[in-house]
Structure formats: C-alpha cells, structure tokens
C-alpha cells in the first residue's frame, strides 16, 4: 500500500506555506556551497537558545516600532474633527492607511523572521529541507507550518484516525475558545489599561499603550513558536534514529512484532489525538522499510494493539512499549487524555511506562538532546 498516494490528496499547501517553502529553499540555495552536516549539533541546545532570544528581541522590535507608526500618523492630525468634515476624512485616510500598510508590514517581516530562525534551528539540526518522496509533508512543509502559525493538515494514514477517541462536540468547543481566546484577552488588555490610564495624570499616553502590548505579544508568540519548532526538530532526530535502530533489525523481528511496532505509532496518534509530524515520518518509513502489503486488525485500536503486544517475547514487547512511549513523549507533554488510555491497556505496567513519558518529555522541553538519546534507545 502506498501510504503517500493513500493521503496526497488530503493535503494540499496553500498559498501561505508554499511562499515559506520558497523561502526556505532560497535559504538552501544561498548556502548550496558551504558544508552541510546532517548530525545535529553538539552545542543544539546553548546555540539554538541563542537563536530563539535572537528572534524573540526582534520580534519585540517588530511589533513596537510598527505599532508606534500607525499610531504617530493618528497623532499627526486633529484629536476629534468634527465627524465627516474633511479632515475628519483626511484623518482617517491616512490612519487606515497606515493601518492597513504598518499592519502588513508588521506581518512580513515577523514571517521572514521566523522563517530565518525556523531555517537556522534546522541547520543546528542537521535535518535537510530537500524533498523526501516518501512523506506526505515534508520537512520544509513542517518549518513552513510553524513559522507560519499554520495547523497541521488532518491526516488518515493506513486507516489511523486522530480523533478516533475524541469527543467530537467536546472538540468543537475547545477549538472556539481557543481561537476566541487571543482576540478577547488582548481587547480586554487594551481595555483596562486604557480604563486605569484614563483616570491618572498619564491619560495622555493612552494610545500608546497599543504599542507597548503589541510589542511583547509578538515577542511571547515568537519565542514560543521557536520554542515548538525545536522541540519538534529534537524529536524529529529522535524519530530518525529510532526508526533507523529498528529497520536494522528488521529481518530478526516478528511478523507481530513489526505489526505491533506500526500499531504502538497508530495509538500514539490518538492518544495526542493529532498526526504529529515525527509520529507520520516514523509510520511511513516503517511501513516501507518493513515491506509489509497488508496486516489484520486496526492500526489504532486499543485492543488490537494489547493482542499484538501479548504475542511477542519480552524483548519485542519491552522494545514495543517503549515505542509507544517515546511516540507519546514527541510534543513534549503528557495530557489527561494519554494517561487515561494509556492506564487502560497498560494496566498494571502503566504507571512505569507513564513515568517514563513524563521523564523523556521534560528532556525534550529542555532540549537535552543525549539524555533524549539514552532514553530512547528501544533495544538494550
């Protein structure tokens, strides 16, 4: 089965993503000549703090020095015109202007910028942005995402649905309040602040408190966003050698037990109730490497996967669950919602296994790349 035109279709980048692939291919090219080494770094974690700081600082500058503009042409004219007379008009031609020009220019450049950041954090890395045949979003596609603020495509490979567990109603209602969330608490922000401002001597400088607040809200967004990226560079070199120290062994492996290993991946995506980036590229390449043409059972159902794991020896299980562990460990958090179903098809094995995602996932937050190594190897 070919996984890739199983789900090509699903995915179509749009127009956004595709101008911050081009991007970041240019950067590729610029750099075409000089050495590109594909291990990661051994200063990864000091050298890409750096970097994120870096662009955090001037995503603060960004965000002030545009907002400061637009509210310098207000203040070019007038107070309160009398409504519609002409400079009313004029005021206000020039301030949407303003607003309109300030606002994209705002966003460019806070896209350059992280897309420059996203670019540098690869190349500490080592994960190269050319094209894999073999994925359905490629690397440069993930960078892209992020830097962005793009959502990950809805993907079903090999029949693994996300949200298979997840209460789709209960979804609908986070989804709203998370998008409503930023514009209600930066409007409620500029509301009190104008609100205190104007009952003090300093209600002069009411206006321009939009640029103070704009400044450290881009900055924030910045440093977290980078912040993502690279925990999802550092499991993404995690995911590569994972899956390369278990192809090597692949002639030695159970029919079950490589079942059982593209299973342990399925019940991750659910349980994150998302298709991580790391958790697709780990799923295709296994599925090809393991050259299997089609396999009983659902790839993300809890019972199959608690069948399979009980037909293996206990080195193929140990190995096994510990897949699923790290795959859960990828984002960098542990929710309610895995540790509720992991409890369930663990059992009495869940507490240790639960353990150690929290342990690998507070390794990964921390960008402790050797530490992530050492807990990750699947075979003694």
């Known amino acids: 089965m070919d ?53 955090t600082f001037w995503g603060l500058q960004i965000g002030f020095w545009t907002t400061y503009l637009i509210i310098l042409v207000e203040k070019l004219f007038p107070e309160s015109p009398e409504v519609f007379s002409p400079e009313f008009i ?10 309109a020009i300030g606002t994209i220019l705002e966003f460019y450049l806070l896209y350059k910028l992280g897309l420059w950041a996203a670019y540098r954090l690869t190349k ?10 073999d994925l359905v979003t490629g690397n440069a596609n993930l960078l892209s995402r992020m830097a962005l603020e793009i959502p990950d495509p809805d993907l079903k490979l090999l029949g693994i649905d996300p949200l298979r567990l997840t209460d789709k109603r209960s979804l609908l209602i986070r989804t709203f309040f998370y998008k409503t969330k930023v514009l209600l608490s930066n409007l409620l922000a500029k509301i009190v602040l104008r609100k205190i401002l104007a009952r003090n001597s300093l209600r002069v400088y009411a206006d321009y408190v939009a640029a103070p607040i704009t400044a450290i809200w881009d900055g924030v967004v910045m440093y977290l966003i980078l912040k993502e990226l690279r925990i999802r560079l550092l499991s993404r070199i995690i995911a590569r050698e994972i899956t390369d120290e278990i192809l090597s062994r692949s002639k030695t492996l159970s029919e079950n037990a490589k079942i059982a290993f593209l299973a342990a991946i399925g019940n991750s995506v659910v349980f994150t109730q998302r298709f991580h980036p790391n958790l697709e590229y780990m799923l295709i390449k296994m599925h090809k490497g393991f050259g299997l043409n089609s396999h009983s059972g659902s790839l993300d159902d809890l019972d199959t996967f608690g069948s399979l794991i009980s037909k293996l020896s206990v080195p193929e299980k140990q190995a096994c669950l510990k897949l699923l562990c790290v795959a859960c460990s990828f984002d960098g958090k542990l929710s309610s919602f895995e540790t509720k179903h992991i409890k369930r098809i ?30 990750s190897r699947l075979f003694s």
Do not use: M
């Open 90 to 99: 004029e005021k206000w031609s020039y301030a949407g202007a303003a607003l």
């Open 124 to 133: 500490l890395s080592g994960i190269q942005l050319e094209e894999d045949p």
């Open 3 to 55: 996984v890739r035109a199983e789900s090509y279709s699903d995915y179509k980048p749009g127009v956004l993503e595709k101008w911050g692939i081009q991007i970041l291919l240019d950067y590729v090219r610029e750099e075409k000549d000089k050495n590109t080494s594909e291990e990661p770094s051994e200063d990864f974690f000091p050298k890409s703090t750096k970097i994120i700081r870096w662009a």
């Open 346 to 375: 663990l059992g009495e094995e869940a507490k240790e296994n639960l353990d150690s995602i929290r342990i690998l996932s507070e390794y990964i937050r921390k960008g402790n790349l050797e530490a992530c190594r050492e807990r």
